[in-house]
């Protein structure tokens, strides 16, 4: 059993950044491809990026390219997903997530989700 925590979230203004972090227990994070989600109000989660289980690729979703990155550190069995350039429709409740295969489509584990506001 693997449980996520994820921590960093806050109010940032547009243009600002933040960090999320997710920390892993019960099994080193390269064991799963890692990946984060977000929801915002009305909509359903998507996928924001995805770490593989090597930790050697990654993918990210066409409107976070090139403003996000999603980074694993095993020393801290830590992922983080580093915003730059927030904008205000990033608001969204932010999950991290598990999966024991090689695709994050339906995680196996989540975390309780951090809130992330972007003000105008």
């Known amino acids: 059993q693997v449980q996520l925590v994820e921590s960093g979230g806050g109010l940032v203004q547009a243009g600002g950044s933040l960090r999320l972090s997710c920390v892993v227990s019960?099994?080193?994070?390269?064991?799963?491809?890692m990946g984060w989600f977000r929801q915002a109000p009305g909509k359903d989660r998507e996928l924001v990026a995805r770490?593989?289980?090597?930790?050697?690729?990654?993918y990210y979703s066409d409107s976070m390219k090139g403003r996000f990155t999603i980074s694993g550190d095993s020393a801290k069995n830590t992922v983080y997903l580093q915003m730059n350039s927030l904008k205000p429709e990033d608001t969204a409740v932010y999950y991290c997530?598990?999966?024991?295969?090689?695709?994050?489509?339906?995680?196996?584990?989540w975390g309780q989700g951090t809130q992330v506001t972007v003000s105008s």
């Open positions: 019960g099994r080193t994070f390269r064991y799963y491809t």
């Open positions: 997530a598990a999966d024991i295969g090689f695709d994050i489509t339906t995680p196996d584990y």
């Open positions: 770490l593989s289980r090597s930790g050697g690729t990654t």
